[in-house]
């Protein structure tokens, strides 16, 4: 639970840039693949509902910071209620 005025820390991946992190990309959509079909629709899920900004925002909370790290493959962000 965070409340108002507190402040939640988070990552996630996706912003690729090319050509390194078309690399990545495809290794990480592969290990995703290779977790199983059930995880693979998880994360496809996850993915068409904006990823952890959208997880973000349907919990009431406000993305106050983001930082794009790891050729563009990981976003870290800070939360705020």
Known sequence: ???TG???GSTTRWSIR???GWLFKALIVSMEFAA???HFRNYRDFLAHDGLPG???SHGLSVETEKV???GNM???VARK
């Open 69 to 71: 790290v790891s050729a």
């Open 75 to 77: 976003h870290a962000y």
């Open 55 to 57: 997880l973000i925002s």
């Open 6 to 8: 507190e402040r939640l």
């Open 1 to 3: 639970m965070i409340r």
């Open 36 to 38: 199983g079909r059930g």
């Open 18 to 20: 090319f050509p390194k």
